[in-house]
C-alpha cells in the first residue's frame, strides 16, 4: 500500500474542551488514544478548496451539531462545517447501550458471548463511520479507518456516563 499523501492528512486533532465534560480515567484514556490513532494514520483532505495539508482539526459540538474546524498545520483557518448529529443519535443510543453491556459481560459472560457484543459493537461503530462518510461527501474526503476514529470522537463528545 502506497504511503498517505502528505498533504492530505491530519496531524493533529483536538476536542473542544467546552464540549466534553469531565470523565472517568478510563473515558480520558479513551479518548486520548483515539486521537493517537487518528493522527498517526488518517487520510483527510478538505474538498472543494485550494487547501493543501498537513492539517488541523478541532472537534466540538455547537447547538447540538457537529463542529469541523479545519485549520492549516500553521494555524491558518481553512472552513468549519457544521453537521446535524440527529442522523447519529440512533446510533450512539445503540452504541453505548452495546459498549455497557460489553462492560458488564466481561465481568461474568462467556468469552463467546463477549466476543458477540464486541461484534455487534464493531458493526455498530462501522455503521457510525458509514453515516459519517457520508455526510461528509463534497466537504471532507476521507477512508473508512479515518471516518471510524472519527465517530469514535463523536462518541467521546457525546457520551454523558
Known sequence: MPA????????????????????????EHERAVAIYDLVEDNQFAPQGLEAEGPFALHVGLLDRKL???????TGE????HLLSL???LKILKDYFLICESYR?????ASPSHIEAIDMGRRGLHDEGAQVLSERLKG???CDHDTARRLFTLICALSWKG
Do not use: C, N, W, Y
Not at 6 to 21: F, M, N, Q, W, Y
Not at 67 to 73: D, G, K, M, P, T
Not at 77 to 80: G, L, M, P, R
Open 4 to 27: 498517505p499523501d502528505p498533504k492530505h492528512r491530519l496531524v493533529a486533532v483536538t476536542l473542544d474542551e467546552k464540549s466534553i465534560g469531565r470523565a472517568s480515567p478510563d473515558v
Open 67 to 73: 463542529a469541523l474546524q479545519i485549520r492549516r498545520e
Open 77 to 80: 483557518e481553512i472552513v468549519t
Open 86 to 88: 440527529t442522523p447519529f
Open 104 to 108: 458488564t459481560a466481561i465481568k461474568t
Open 139 to 141: 466537504k471532507i474526503t
